[in-house]
Structure formats: structure tokens, C-alpha cells
């Protein structure tokens, strides 16, 4: 039996407990998600894009998916610290696969703003659930279809037209299970005309020597001269799968930042697809990633330029060592009638080991005339001289290679909007580079 028959296997004998824990506007997609699912495999490294990641291999195992919504007595939002210093934020979780909100949301958002529960939202107000769910995300792609045709609950974010967030919203996902468990997440985020919010997003793992697999499908809707600001930050352990899949239109004079950082993790695949549907518009897609031991990371990106005079910019940055490895395939197309487009992508890669691999492939198509458009990618060692000119003034080999790897990476933290996240990203970076590979000792639950 392939990965995906079980899955839909398990819907099948289950179809009536995963409706009734969830809600009508999130069912209803269901039965077109199953119909997209018959006959369809998942990716393999015999497939195109996915040359270097299978994820048919990475949802093969039998993990546990909790479909009567077991609670897991932990209180969440009262006990789990995840601080950015000096930086105030308006908090929600997600443990393994359900919402829960910190105490005192509603009394810190400006009115009208959502950032709660999917399913709960779906049901309360399922018109506004119902414009949005399933719109972004293609939903003959075979990810998106078994999330659509599991997911359960997930997390809405709604800012009004006009309102601009003072706060940034955090969310913190965490695996926390007896057992080893499969999540399938749903991130919806609608930033309406002339509003503006930037979210943190944080993967944390508790069980550290627990078997884990996040599937998430993150759908997100930029409207007119709106501005969204979205960071992710991983820090999950060796024994968790990670596959994402972010899904982004905007709309005319928008702005958009896409910032995805790896510190730690098991095995990661981020997909990016960035459809820019109106004049005007400014993007950012871009992240880091680090990676030692065995970690496997891949990042995926494709922005669609569909309409004139717009700016897109891209960047990906990787430092990998001992057996790590690494992939980045980005894609910029140009389509008829996007005239005046300024389009860049940049991938660089550092390999700190001889054991260290990279898999690197830009790509450009351009169907139209009178456009800026450039794509390299560059992969390598450390600078040599470099290294020498810092042993020769006292400094120690290991103290030199970790200021120049720290130097590596300014530039990506730097594109970071937040403050408070810019500088707690310098220190965690700093300590992944001293060689610690597990922060969750510093956002813990405290029992």
C-alpha cells in the first residue's frame, strides 16, 4: 500500500469522526479532495521538483493522526514560553493539530481583526471561511488534497480592510504526543485592502526522541496596497518531517515578505508559490537554513509575475556540515503582458564539511519584453584568505570560520522587519553555529 492509500484508507473508515470534529465549510471540500486523491501519488525523487526530498518516503511511516481530538492535559497557553526579547506579541498555539488561544486575545486585537481557530470561525461565521478556504491553494495538488481531506482544524487570521496591526501575531505550532503522530495543518491569513500585520511563526518539538510529521498547507490573500509580513522560524528535532506548502496572491500595490528559517529540524520541505496579480506590487521571498548531522533541507519557490511594473526579490542562504544536505529549486516566471518587471533570485551555499551535499537549480521564463530579470547561485567553502588574515591576528580557527559563517548570514537577517526577532535571530544563529542543535530548552512547558 503506497503512503497516500493509507491515508485515504484511514478517511474512509473515519469519514464520519473527522466531520464531526471539525466544521460544515471545512467538510465541504472533502469529497473533491478524496476525488483528486484517487489514482494520484505522492512525490519521489523521480519526480520533477522533487529530485532531492520524497515525499512519499517521508509520510510512509505509521504515525498516529488524532482524529477524535484526544486532549492532551497540558495548558498550553498558560505554561509554554516562547519570548522574542523586546518584542510584544499577540500569541496563539497550536498543539500538534488544534488552536488554542492565549488568554486575552480578543481584549488585545482591534475589532474585527480574527486570529483564532479555523474550524471555530468556520462555524461561527462560515461565509467569511467559505470566500477564502480552498481559493489560493490548487486543490488537484496532490498535497493539498490530503490535507483538505483531513484537516480538521488550523488557524485563521482576518485583518479588516483598513486596520493595521500594531502588535505582531505569533504563533507557536508544537508536537507534544505519547505517540508518534501525524499533524495536517491549515493556515488561512487574509490581509484586506489598505491593512497591514506581521505574524511570527514558531515549530517547536517536545519529545525529542517522539516520531513527528507536520503537513501543513498555508493559504494566504494579500489585498490592495495591504502589507503582510510573515516569518517561520523551525526549530523542531531530528526525528521530525516537515512538508509545507505556502500558497500567496496579491493583489495591486501590496507588499509581501516571505522569510523561512531552518535552525534545526529532521527532514523539511518548504514550497513557495507567489502568484502577484496586480500593478505595483513589492516581494520578498527569502530564509536561511543550517544544517549538520544528517538534516535534510528543501526549499522550493515559484513567483508568478502576471502583472506589470512589479518588484520581486529572492534570496535562500545554506550552511551545511558533517552530513547534511541541502536543496533550493527557484522558479521566476514573467507571463505575457507583465511588462516593466524587476525580478531577481539569489541561492548561495556554504559546505563546511567534505560530507556536506547542495542541490541547486534556478530557473527563469520569460514570455514578454522590456523586463530586469537575473538568477544565480553560487556554492562553496569558506574563503580561505579570509580565514588566514583572522588566524594571523590571534584568532582561533574555530572563533574565525564561526564569525565568517555568521557574516554569511547577515544579509537574510537583515531583510527581517521585526526588531526584536532581527536580534534574537543574530543569537540564535550564533549558537546554532557554536554547534547546539536543540533550543526547545528555552521555549518549554512547564508542568
Not at 460544515?24 to 469529497?31: Q, V
Not at 574555530?398 to 543569537?427: P, S
Request: net charge negative; glycine share 8%; with cysteine.
Amino acid at each position: 500500500m503506497s503512503s497516500i492509500d493509507q491515508y485515504i484508507s484511514l478517511y474512509r473508515d473515519n469519514a464520519a469522526d473527522i466531520d464531526a470534529h471539525s466544521a460544515p465549510a471545512i467538510n465541504a471540500l472533502r469529497p473533491a479532495a478524496l476525488e483528486a486523491l484517487e489514482g494520484a501519488k505522492l512525490p519521489t525523487m523521480r519526480t520533477e521538483g522533487y529530485e532531492k526530498t520524497s515525499i512519499e518516503d517521508m509520510l510512509a511511516p505509521d504515525f498516529g493522526v488524532n482524529i477524535s481530538r484526544v486532549h492532551i492535559p497540558v495548558n498550553v497557553a498558560a505554561t509554554f514560553k516562547c519570548e522574542v526579547p523586546r518584542m510584544s506579541t499577540v500569541m496563539g498555539f497550536v498543539l500538534n493539530d488544534s488552536f488554542i488561544p492565549a488568554e486575552g486575545n480578543a481584549q488585545r486585537l482591534p475589532q474585527g481583526v480574527i486570529f483564532g481557530s479555523l474550524a471555530k470561525v468556520a462555524a461561527d461565521c462560515p461565509e467569511l471561511v467559505e470566500r477564502y478556504y480552498g481559493k489560493t491553494a490548487p486543490s488537484g495538488n496532490v498535497g493539498v488534497a490530503l490535507n483538505t481531506l483531513l484537516v480538521q482544524d488550523g488557524v485563521i487570521v482576518y485583518v479588516p480592510r483598513g486596520v493595521r496591526l500594531e502588535k505582531p501575531l505569533q504563533l507557536v505550532n508544537i508536537f507534544s504526543s505519547s505517540v508518534p503522530l501525524a499533524a495536517f495543518r491549515r493556515v488561512l491569513v487574509i490581509v484586506d485592502d489598505d491593512a497591514s500585520a506581521q505574524i511570527l511563526v514558531c515549530d517547536h518539538t517536545q519529545d525529542c526522541d517522539r516520531a513527528y510529521l507536520a503537513q501543513q498547507v498555508v493559504e494566504i490573500i494579500v489585498g490592495r496596497n495591504a502589507s503582510l509580513e510573515l516569518y517561520d522560524m523551525e526549530e523542531s528535532s531530528a526525528m521530525t518531517s516537515r512538508w509545507s506548502m505556502t500558497y500567496a496572491t496579491q493583489r495591486e500595490g501590496s507588499h509581501l515578505v516571505l522569510n523561512g528559517t531552518t535552525l534545526s529540524n529532521g527532514t523539511t520541505r518548504n514550497d513557495y508559490t507567489i502568484d502577484i496579480l496586480g500593478e505595483h506590487c513589492d516581494t520578498f521571498l527569502g530564509g536561511m537554513a543550517i544544517g549538520s548531522a544528517k538534516q535534510h533541507i528543501d526549499n522550493d519557490s515559484t513567483v508568478n509575475h502576471r502583472a506589470p511594473r512589479c518588484h520581486s526579490r529572492q534570496m535562500f542562504k545554506y550552511i551545511l556540515d558533517d552530513d547534511a544536505r541541502g536543496a533550493f529549486e527557484g522558479g521566476i516566471t514573467v507571463h505575457p503582458g507583465a511588462i516593466l518587471t524587476e525580478a531577481y533570485q539569489s541561492n548561495r551555499n556554504l559546505l563546511a564539511s567534505d560530507g556536506a551535499r547542495m542541490h541547486t537549480k534556478p530557473q527563469l521564463l520569460i514570455y514578454c519584453d522590456d523586463v530586469k530579470c537575473s538568477h544565480g547561485a553560487t556554492t562553496g567553502q569558506l574563503d580561505q584568505d579570509a580565514l588566514f588574515y583572522m588566524r594571523q591576528r590571534g584568532i582561533s580557527e574555530k572563533t574565525a570560520r564561526t564569525m565568517l559563517m555568521q557574516a554569511f548570514m547577515a544579509d537574510v537577517i537583515d531583510t527581517v522587519g521585526l526588531e526584536g526577532l532581527r536580534d534574537r535571530l543574530r543569537h540564535l544563529v550564533e549558537m546554532r553555529l557554536h554547534g547546539r542543535t536543540s533550543f526547545c530548552g528555552d521555549c518549554h512547558i512547564q508542568q
